[in-house]
């Protein structure tokens, strides 16, 4: 009797240089979950990548509908990239609400796989959606895949036993295995993420696992999908590399601080989106001698923190906008009692609750002058996931030198972003030498250095030590209460004085691109990533265009305002009203225009590109 081999359809596999991929679907469906399993196998691969999360704002949104859409898309390359993507090469949509929403980003004959059967009539009707997509053409541009991902892991995992709400929950991992042969990616790091993840739950590790390996096979299997993508490695540095967010970068660089400064870490917070991972992550290091308290509110959060600088450490507290308007008294007394103390404001959308889920960069003016009278403080914001490692350090380094309250401004987008970070080697991280004072012979609380003029770090209970230290102004020197006219101005002049005096730590800004020319980009923030990827495309056109990340909001670097003069004009892109361009031309007195995004979303590098171009006219 003869026989047929039947032969496996061949597939085309294409090389390409970049992707860009969306998992989106209802919160429950794990998409967070999907997109960094997805993220940590591109970048143990060697791909550099930039991730984009998109949470939904509401905590139970009704299933199935468009508040309740939860994203997250990844960037990965075999070259540098600097921002998540402008549009997506591959969308995954679990339902229509998640097809609704995100479609507008897709390229057109980008590839389009959804979960089939979740497009029945209630699904459309929850979704406000006349008709079926997948029926009435308006796909028709797309490379679309309706795949019946719940049917298929119910077949897949059927012999388990489990209950079908349980194994519905699986049908992310069966989308996550079809990209992963989709992009040539081994599955074997997220085989070894469920095995942990779930391991006292055999139940749950074999089907997971069976149903990655399920939408694995079934592009396999399958004649649909004819080509597949090879996204070579990354020509990155030499070193070891990590996947890092924003948020632990924050956490990894405070521990780091202390242990240089060789004194304790105290973190006092009140959870609040987008900062509550800080804490989390921190509690996590209580080997490194770091301490975390939960409070009851923010109030608590930051005069715990003070406390605990009082005491000899470290005190640093996290939060969000809404939580540095509860901050802001007792940040007056931080600058008051001149204690060290680090202040990290991850910004989202607002005012008041606002968008609580999404980024943006508008407490620079309230981190800037956001107190009663005349309080400065020095304000920092990192410009990737990783510098926010580099910039919990130098908050900290200043703190201590200068003994004085110090700002971060993080926002959403570099919190919950991640990117490949070179781990430095511990020789490489700045000293930050502290020195408590002993010697009770002539001390004073308000004595000064008179190079930073910072006052001596007292901790109580060092003998012949004892001082106060409150919101009531003090006298100069003694640190008595003192009401007097001329020395309360004195003392403002002082702390104001020393403030001013940290531009001499703020190293001078050096423009990326063109050192003069026709435009200058002044920006700082998560705006890095699109302004360089838009810097570099534009000067490959022959415009002459600089661009000054600015890391140091306040004091601002000192060559800053000549560096301006050397540009015909000045552009600030910013995801506020306008903050640092009001800000520059106040001190500067520069015609800086302003370019806004208020939308919950970061710049893309097309946006800063178009407005290059509105500017300056056409590329010649």
Same mark, same amino acid.
């Given at each position: 009797?003869?026989?047929?081999?039947?032969? %496996?359809?061949?597939?085309?596999?294409?090389?390409?240089?970049?992707?860009?991929?969306?998992?989106?679907?209802?919160?429950?469906?794990?998409? !967070?979950? &999907?997109?960094?399993?997805?993220?940590?196998? #591109?970048? @143990?691969?060697?791909?550099?990548?930039?991730?984009? %999360?998109?949470?939904?704002?509401?905590?139970?949104? =009704?299933?199935?509908?468009? =508040?309740?859409?939860?994203?997250?898309?990844?960037?990965?390359?075999?070259?540098?990239?600097?921002?998540?993507?402008?549009?997506?090469?591959?969308?995954?949509?679990?339902?229509?609400?998640?097809?609704?929403?995100?479609? %507008?980003? @897709?390229?057109?004959?980008?590839?389009?796989?959804?979960?089939?059967?979740?497009?029945?009539?209630?699904?459309?009707?929850?979704?406000?959606?006349?008709?079926?997509?997948?029926?009435?053409?308006?796909?028709?541009?797309?490379?679309?895949?309706?795949?019946?991902? &719940?049917?298929?892991?119910?077949?897949?995992?059927?012999? @388990?036993?489990?209950?079908?709400?349980?194994?519905?929950?699986?049908?992310?991992?069966?989308?996550?295995?079809?990209?992963?042969?989709?992009?040539?990616?081994?599955?074997?790091?997220?085989?070894?993420?469920?095995?942990?993840?779930?391991?006292?739950?055999?139940?749950? #590790?074999?089907?997971?696992?069976?149903?990655?390996?399920?939408? $694995?096979?079934?592009?396999?299997?399958?004649?649909?999908?004819?080509?597949?993508?090879?996204?070579?490695?990354?020509?990155?540095?030499?070193?070891?590399?990590?996947?890092?967010?924003?948020?632990?970068?924050?956490?990894?660089?405070?521990?780091?601080?202390?242990?240089? +400064?060789?004194?304790?870490?105290?973190?006092?917070? $009140?959870?609040?989106?987008?900062?509550?991972?800080?804490?989390?992550?921190?509690?996590?290091?209580?080997?490194?001698?770091?301490?975390?308290?939960?409070?009851?509110?923010?109030?608590?959060?930051?005069?715990?923190?003070?406390?605990?600088? $009082?005491?000899?450490?470290?005190?640093?507290? &996290?939060?969000?906008?809404?939580?540095?308007?509860?901050?802001?008294?007792?940040?007056?007394?931080?600058?008051?009692?001149?204690?060290?103390?680090?202040?990290?404001?991850? !910004?989202?959308?607002?005012?008041?609750?606002?968008?609580?889920?999404?980024?943006?960069?508008?407490?620079?003016?309230?981190?800037?002058?956001?107190?009663?009278?005349?309080?400065?403080?020095?304000?920092?914001?990192?410009?990737?996931?990783?510098?926010?490692?580099?910039?919990?350090?130098?908050?900290?380094?200043? +703190?201590?030198?200068?003994?004085?309250?110090?700002?971060?401004?993080?926002?959403?987008?570099?919190?919950?972003?991640?990117?490949?970070?070179?781990?430095?080697?511990?020789?490489?991280?700045?000293?930050?030498?502290?020195?408590?004072?002993?010697?009770?012979?002539?001390?004073?609380?308000?004595?000064?250095?008179?190079?930073?003029?910072?006052?001596?770090?007292?901790?109580?209970?060092?003998?012949? @030590?004892?001082?106060?230290?409150?919101?009531?102004?003090?006298?100069?020197?003694?640190?008595?209460?003192?009401?007097?006219?001329?020395?309360?101005?004195?003392?403002?002049?002082?702390?104001?004085?020393?403030?001013?005096?940290? #531009?001499?730590? #703020?190293?001078?800004?050096?423009?990326?691109?063109?050192?003069?020319?026709?435009?200058?980009?002044?920006?700082?923030?998560?705006? $890095?990533?699109?302004?360089?990827?838009?810097?570099?495309?534009?000067?490959?056109?022959?415009?002459?265009?600089?661009?000054?990340?600015?890391?140091?909001?306040?004091?601002?670097?000192?060559?800053?305002?000549?560096?301006?003069?050397?540009?015909?004009?000045?552009?600030?892109?910013?995801?506020?009203?306008?903050?640092?361009?009001?800000?520059?031309?106040?001190?500067?007195?520069?015609?800086?225009?302003?370019?806004?995004?208020? !939308?919950?979303?970061?710049?893309?590098?097309?946006?800063?590109?178009?407005?290059?171009?509105?500017?300056?006219?056409?590329?010649?």
């Amino acid at each position: 009797m003869a026989t047929t081999t039947i032969q %496996p359809p061949k597939r085309k596999k294409e090389v390409i240089e970049r992707a860009v991929i969306r998992f989106c679907g209802d919160s429950g469906d794990g998409m !967070q979950i &999907t997109g960094s399993q997805f993220t940590n196998t #591109v970048a @143990l691969y060697g791909n550099d990548l930039a991730t984009l %999360p998109d949470y939904p704002a509401e905590i139970r949104a =009704p299933a199935g509908t468009l =508040p309740g859409v939860s994203g997250f898309q990844v960037h990965f390359s075999s070259s540098d990239i600097y921002t998540p993507g402008d549009s997506v090469d591959a969308l995954v949509a679990m339902n229509p609400a998640a097809l609704k929403m995100n479609l %507008p980003d @897709l390229k057109r004959n980008g590839i389009l796989i959804v979960n089939l059967d979740d497009f029945g009539e209630t699904d459309l009707r929850k979704a406000q959606m006349a008709s079926n997509p997948l029926e009435d053409h308006s796909l028709d541009g797309y490379r679309l895949f309706p795949v019946e991902l &719940t049917k298929l892991t119910r077949a897949a995992l059927r012999e @388990l036993g489990l209950d079908n709400k349980s194994v519905d929950r699986c049908k992310n991992f069966f989308a996550l295995g079809m990209c992963y042969w989709l992009y040539n990616r081994s599955m074997e790091a997220t085989l070894r993420w469920i095995e942990d993840k779930f391991k006292n739950k055999p139940q749950l #590790v074999a089907a997971n696992r069976l149903a990655m390996q399920a939408g $694995y096979s079934y592009c396999e299997a399958t004649e649909a999908f004819q080509i597949t993508y090879e996204i070579p490695p990354a020509k990155l540095a030499p070193g070891v590399y990590r996947n890092v967010s924003g948020n632990s970068a924050l956490a990894m660089g405070f521990v780091a601080a202390s242990q240089q +400064a060789g004194i304790s870490l105290f973190l006092g917070s $009140y959870p609040i989106t987008p900062a509550s991972d800080i804490l989390h992550e921190l509690s996590t290091y209580k080997n490194f001698g770091v301490i975390t308290f939960q409070a009851e509110d923010e109030i608590a959060a930051i005069t715990s923190a003070i406390g605990a600088s $009082y005491g000899g450490a470290l005190g640093i507290t &996290t939060t969000s906008g809404p939580g540095m308007a509860l901050k802001t008294e007792a940040l007056g007394l931080a600058v008051a009692v001149e204690l060290p103390l680090v202040i990290c404001d991850v !910004q989202r959308g607002g005012p008041s609750t606002g968008l609580p889920t999404k980024t943006e960069q508008a407490d620079l003016l309230q981190a800037l002058y956001g107190r009663n009278s005349e309080a400065p403080i020095p304000v920092l914001a990192p410009c990737t996931p990783g510098d926010c490692f580099w910039i919990a350090l130098e908050a900290s380094r200043i +703190a201590i030198k200068y003994m004085v309250p110090v700002i971060i401004l993080s926002d959403g987008f570099l919190a919950n972003g991640a990117e490949p970070w070179h781990i430095p080697a511990i020789e490489d991280l700045p000293k930050i030498p502290v020195r408590y004072e002993t010697n009770p012979a002539d001390f004073h609380p308000y004595g000064r250095n008179p190079e930073t003029l910072a006052r001596p770090w007292a901790v109580p209970g060092t003998p012949g @030590l004892e001082h106060r230290v409150g919101g009531i102004e003090k006298q100069d020197v003694t640190g008595n209460v003192n009401y007097e006219p001329l020395n309360h101005e004195r003392m403002v002049r002082l702390r104001a004085e020393k403030v001013a005096r940290i #531009v001499q730590d #703020v190293p001078d800004a050096v423009p990326a691109g063109d050192s003069s020319g026709d435009l200058l980009i002044v920006a700082w923030g998560s705006t $890095y990533g699109p302004v360089t990827a838009a810097l570099q495309s534009q000067r490959a056109k022959g415009r002459r265009i600089g661009h000054v990340h600015l890391r140091h909001l306040n004091p601002l670097p000192g060559n800053l305002g000549e560096l301006i003069g050397r540009y015909d004009r000045v552009l600030v892109p910013e995801m506020n009203l306008g903050q640092l361009a009001m800000v520059l031309r106040a001190k500067y007195l520069v015609d800086a225009q302003s370019y806004s995004k208020v !939308q919950g979303k970061p710049f893309k590098q097309s946006e800063i590109e178009n407005k290059i171009e509105e500017m300056l006219g056409a590329a010649s």
